[in-house]
T-cell receptor
Framework: EAGVVQSPRYKIIEKKQPVAFWCNPISGHNTLYWYLQNLGQGPELLIRYENEEAVDDSQLPKDRFSAERLKGVDSTLKIQPAELGDSAVYLC?????????????FGPGTRLTVL | AQKITQTQPGMFVQEKEAVTLDCTYDTSDPSYGLFWYKQPSSGEMIFLIYQGSYDQQNATEGRYSLNFQKARKSANLVISASQLGDSAMYFCAMIVTGGGNKLTFGTGTQLKVEL
């Protein structure tokens, strides 16, 4: 069974440019998460989707970040405009559903460098 | 709010030896789940083992076992018979009931297995 797929794996952009990350969850997983991992830290949740509904976006900086999960499968996370402090790894995860203590399975992440 | 503390920024172990990675947690919620993930240099977070707060026995998965001491609020990961491929960053994480299935991570422990 295929795992969580993310692309691109690496992205280098100039500050103030837009950038987008794509995630395809494990087949049949209804819940999708985007996490931000700064260097030397554990991941922190940005947004959680149950199917196509964003049920927790309290940690998403909405002035520059946006996300969507059309049709409840693939998801895209966008930053516009990017700032130097956005350099980090963006991890996507999925789980069967959002109930109980559901194990989350992570993709390889996208490493963003903003110059 | 819940918190995970990993006090060992780095650990060394010789191949074939056992190693214990420490994790303490803090939550007022009586129902929670504890997870360990491995993150090699490639970046992907790999799920290793899960322990529920009401589980009577310590969790085991192959060479991984979780030493769960509820009264001390600790959930240490034990890796037996270390292999060179075990060299990676290890994260302890927690989910609590009503926490929206959000994983709260510690800062991680970098494990290096030596010959």
């Amino acid at each position: 069974e295929a795992g969580v797929v993310q692309s691109p794996r690496y992205k280098i952009i100039e500050k103030k440019q837009p950038v987008a990350f794509w995630c395809n969850p494990i087949s049949g997983h209804n819940t999708l998460y985007w996490y931000l991992q700064n260097l030397g830290q554990g991941p922190e949740l940005l947004i959680r989707y149950e199917n196509e509904e964003a049920v927790d976006d309290s940690q998403l900086p909405k002035d520059r970040f946006s996300a969507e999960r059309l049709k409840g499968v693939d998801s895209t996370l966008k930053i516009q405009p990017a700032e130097l402090g956005d350099s980090a790894v963006y991890l996507c995860a999925s789980s069967l559903d959002g109930t109980g203590f559901d194990t989350q399975y992570f993709g390889p992440g996208t490493r963003l460098t903003v110059l | 709010a819940q918190k995970i503390t990993q006090t060992q920024p780095g650990m060394f172990v010789q191949e074939k030896e056992a190693v214990t990675l420490d994790c303490t947690y803090d939550t007022s919620d009586p129902s929670y789940g504890l997870f360990w993930y491995k993150q090699p240099s490639s970046g992907e977070m790999i799920f290793l083992i899960y322990q529920g707060s009401y589980d009577q026995q310590n969790a085991t998965e192959g060479r991984y076992s979780l030493n769960f001491q509820k009264a001390r609020k600790s959930a240490n990961l034990v890796i037996s018979a270390s292999q060179l491929g075990d060299s990676a960053m290890y994260f302890c994480a927690m989910i609590v009931t009503g926490g929206g299935n959000k994983l709260t991570f510690g800062t991680g422990t970098q494990l290096k297995v030596e010959l």
